[in-house]
């Protein structure tokens, strides 16, 4: 069975809009609300008090003032460190106006929480790509307090093709715990690289939708149209380059994930 293409790809806001401002803040998932993105992906970790929080590192080193590991810091530990002016110190934005990511109400960390509210309070439907950061860790933990997080924003329950929340993971164990408690909900299997068992276009159990990164698709294009075959939709990262979208848009990709969400809308006619 072929999966029947969509006429527009979704355009996917890779830890919010973080070319223009610090990722996993408000101020990037704002932006690319603003920008017109139609989905945002964020990663998520548990904290040692156990609050799911959108950070991407294992420590809080690199896009904060703070230092440790995000499973060793209370969320109140967390809530006292700035995660916006690391971009501050690592650029001039060119304009004489403070951009918004300099207030500092929305550089503060974001927990999984905060973000379901904002994508609540948009008057437009934005989908949510949430993924699993090193769950194996937490033996089942992170998986459970997702879904019990969903649960509370009634985003459990619609069928499959009308979820606007789909669970991604480099981790087919941790798919297989979401496909295991919440069967309706989309999980996509993130791949670095294409394991020699999955060549054909298959995936683990668990996983139905496929989330090669761009230098599979650049490297092996003809994989795309397997894993289109095999019925399984396909969502790129981190596609930036204009030509990397022109190539996701020519093999008929379903969803670009990016850190451009502006530029990729403009090129594809969308702005
Ligand atoms: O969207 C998938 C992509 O985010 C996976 O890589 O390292 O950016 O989380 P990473
Ligand atoms: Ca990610």
Redesign the pocket.
């Known amino acids: 069975m072929t999966h029947a293409r969509q006429p527009s790809i979704q355009v996917v806001a ?2 919010g809009a973080s070319e223009d401002a610090p990722e996993h803040t408000l101020a990037a998932y704002k932006k690319a609300i603003e920008d017109g993105a139609d989905a945002l ?1 964020c ?1 998520v970790r548990l904290t040692a008090d156990g609050h799911l929080v959108c950070v ?1 590192d294992r420590r809080v080193n690199r896009t904060s003032n703070g230092r440790g590991a995000v499973s060793a810091l209370e969320l109140a530990d967390l809530a006292t460190l700035d995660f916006g002016s690391w971009r501050e110190t690592m650029e001039n934005t060119g304009s004489e106006e403070s951009p918004d990511w300099k207030d500092r109400s929305l550089t503060s960390v974001l927990t999984l929480e905060r973000l379901l509210e904002l994508v609540a309070d948009t008057d437009r439907r934005i989908e949510l ?1 949430i ?1 699993t ?1 090193h769950p194996t860790r937490w033996a089942g933990q992170v998986e459970e307090r997702l879904l019990h997080m969903l649960a509370r924003f009634g985003l459990d329950g619609p069928a499959p093709d009308e979820s606007p929340v789909r669970i ?1 993971s480099f981790s087919a164990r941790s798919l297989h715990r979401i496909a295991d408690a919440a069967p309706q909900l989309p999980t996509v299997y ?1 791949m670095q690289f294409v394991s020699p068992r999955l060549r054909d276009g298959r995936l683990p159990a668990g996983a139905r939708i496929a ?1 090669p990164g761009i230098r599979i698709v650049r490297n092996q294009p003809g994989y795309v149209e397997r894993l289109h075959r095999a019925g399984h939709r396909v969502h790129v ?2 596609v930036n380059e204009p030509e990397d979208v022109e190539l996701c848009a020519s093999l008929g990709v379903e969803a670009i ?1 990016t850190n451009r969400p502006k530029q990729v809308l403009s090129q594809l006619g969308r702005l």
Request: glycine share 8%; charged share 35%.
């Open positions: 890779h830890r992906e990663d991407h790509a993924e950061k991604m993130l989330g990262w981190t994930i």
